[in-house]
């Protein structure tokens, strides 16, 4: 998954973990047990969902960090098919909603920031 690329699927990740890259700095690393971890529910390593349900290119590069890394890919289009379009458009909202706090986050400071695992995926806490 590269950052800049059109995004009409999404991944969830089940075995392995993935280093989160945005404009070639390494923010974070994220897999199935690093959630167990961090006390994060292991449906939360999913990837590539707020260019699916922007429609935006997406935010950030995914790298594979283990030799081994299986995932399942969804289309927009059958997650159209299943999703009501009331449950849609909440989905929609939310990812604008964190789409708009990471550039925000990006775009402060340039001090040492922490991500926080207890939150929402790309979610970072504030310096």
């Known amino acids: 998954m590269e950052q800049g690329s059109s995004g009409d699927t999404m991944l969830c990740l089940l075995e392995g973990e993935c280093d989160v890259y945005v404009g070639g700095n390494r923010l974070f690393r994220m897999g199935?047990?690093?959630?167990?971890?961090?006390?994060?529910?292991?449906?939360s390593a999913v990837l590539g969902?707020?260019?699916?349900?922007?429609?935006?290119?997406?935010?950030?590069?995914?790298?594979?960090a283990t030799k081994v890394c299986k995932m399942i890919e969804i289309s927009r289009a059958v997650l159209k098919e299943v999703i009501p379009p009331e449950v849609w458009n909440d989905l929609e909202s939310m990812a604008l909603a964190r789409k708009q706090a990471n550039e925000a986050f990006l775009q402060g400071p340039q001090t040492r920031c922490e991500f926080d695992p207890r939150r929402a995926p790309l979610q970072m806490s504030p310096c």
Do not use: I
């Not at 199935?32 to 449906?43: D, F, I, Q, Y």
């Not at 969902?49 to 590069?61: L, Q």
């Open 49 to 64: 969902e707020m260019a699916v349900f922007t429609g935006d290119k997406r935010s950030a590069t995914v790298v594979a």
């Open 32 to 43: 199935v047990e690093l959630n167990k971890v961090h006390g994060m529910p292991p449906s």
